[in-house]
């Protein structure tokens, strides 16, 4: 494969960033990855693991760096900007990959100087596990990337910016912030906050106790546990920087989730078998999309 | 392993009874399975791929059985057992695999014989593909099945059952109807309504396309679809005959939701916070009961 960026820095050494430093590796698309996150553990275990050229501070990381991708949780992206931004090269890109938009592009677009391009984007790729050692290279392939880029930035940098997601096995796609952030909240944001409703509302039951919920979760709930279990802090951020999307999907949910509760209630059989059977269609695009697999058993390999 | 039944009849041939009769050739646990399926096509399919002695009627396939196991919707398992009661064997047990107790037991009990045996069960195995080429034998190993017997029954009829389960891989658990129906509606129906709706909410919006939703999935919303891709006619036979419950335990969830959508308008960032740290516990529970894997990726098998 070829280099894209001579040097590569990721500030925040956690899930992404970590995949995003072996695909690189595995690509061959960055004469140099650099890395720095806050937390000293974290810097260690990224040392032990090989990762990258781990930093003892951000602006070490960046220095002479052609892209700049902060991966830190969405609530720090401006902080983070403003620390750096004293050290960012000439000509240097900036990207992200947080899951929500709009709300980097206000926190993190005043800190950037004028000759540095800001490029945001968002992979739609992660798993349930988070640190520098839940990464693996093949994270992206196949998985969407959004770019997100703001008003009048260098189509160069944008299209460099795409080879460099492709090369890490990516599709790429270019969308507007505000439509990104519905979309997410489709097939995201609003998911999650269920998932994680579903998993509180079993673990508070008096009735039920935690271990039948264990016990029994085989038909149905541990499906919902798994993306429950995600990183808190990413996703306090992602609500409180999403909200006004978050909470019109919201919206639609509980009409929806009304209007087939008052059919459970007046027994309406015919309304309910009509909507169970629309949402079969759903399923087989996505399969056909190869976004998932058709295997059975919940997804789960068979023994 | 050792022959439990001498002739095992299976009533229904989708997914349950077709991963069933594997389960059974695989342990040597009866010397004959026989079975029915209201449908013509699912009976030749059934045996095109040698799935056990079909029958042409219910009647010829009880005859003679020692267990009877109805593998039907909830909705007609009262029917199916008034169909069947006239030519059930003397001493026989009449079990079910049912996904609602208390229903089941109003609707089959009165038409079983006083020499007939009646010891409703439920698997919680499954996935998201129905019909009798779904099957296969490990799909109860190492899951729950909940032995859910009428007051008065023999005991040796239930310990016959029990050891016919474990045969087939499952673990065994016996449990009262009513609470068997409540800690279903927490760790599978209401999950699954939660499911439908998601995926229906995603369907039917204007502002994003389907297709959006598809390609962008793997964010979180493809683990709706999953389960939301499961067969309609048994899910619409659960929600009308599990109405108490399920409404029980909607209103909690709808309960919780508003409260967290509260904290997200108003932006208190740590209660979201504390909320997504609690639900991790249960996630590492299900995972040391063994009833999921831990493997990343939303449990995708990593390229």
């Given amino acids: ?14 899930l992404i960033a970590s995949s995003m430093s072996w695909a690189i590796k595995r690509g061959g ?12 553990e974290t810097r260690d275990t990224a040392r032990r693991i090989d990762l990258c050229d781990v930093c003892e501070s951000a602006a070490d990381a960046v220095k002479d760096a052609d892209l700049v991708v902060l991966c830190v949780p969405v609530g720090v992206m401006g902080a983070v900007a403003q620390e750096i931004a004293p050290y960012l090269k000439s000509g240097a890109t900036v990207s992200d990959v947080g899951s929500v938009k709009r709300a980097v592009i206000e926190a993190v677009s005043p800190f ?10 968002h992979p739609l790729a992660g798993t349930e596990h988070s640190g520098p050692e839940a990464g693996f290279a093949s994270l992206f392939d196949n998985r969407w990337n959004l770019l997100v880029p703001v008003e009048g930035t260098d189509p160069t940098a944008v299209d460099r910016l795409r080879a460099f ?8 796609d270019v969308m507007d912030p505000d439509h990104h952030d519905l ?3 489709v097939t995201s944001h609003v998911p999650h906050l269920i998932a994680y409703t579903m998993v509180g509302v079993a673990d508070d039951l008096r009735r039920v106790t935690d ?8 038909a149905g709930f541990r499906d919902f546990t798994r993306i429950a279990a995600s990183d808190p802090t990413m996703w306090r951020d992602v609500f409180l920087s999403n909200q006004e999307a978050t909470l019109e999907i919201l919206g639609r949910f509980t009409e929806e989730l009304f209007d087939l509760q008052r059919a459970i209630r007046t027994g309406d059989g015919d309304k309910l078998h009509q909507y169970f059977t629309r949402t079969r269609a759903i399923r087989r695009g996505i399969i056909q999309a190869g976004q998932d697999t058709d295997a059975p058993d919940f997804g789960r390999v068979k023994k």
């Fill in 1 to 14: 494969m070829t280099q894209v960026y001579e040097k590569v820095a990721l500030i925040g050494l956690g």
């Fill in 29 to 40: 698309l960055a004469g140099q990855v650099t890395g720095y996150a806050r937390s000293q």
């Fill in 112 to 121: 950037i100087p004028d000759d540095v391009h800001f490029v945001p984007a």
């Fill in 165 to 172: 997601w492709e090369g890490m096995g990516a599709n790429v």
């Fill in 183 to 185: 979309v997410l909240a």
């Fill in 211 to 218: 271990s039948e919920v264990i016990k029994y979760s085989a």
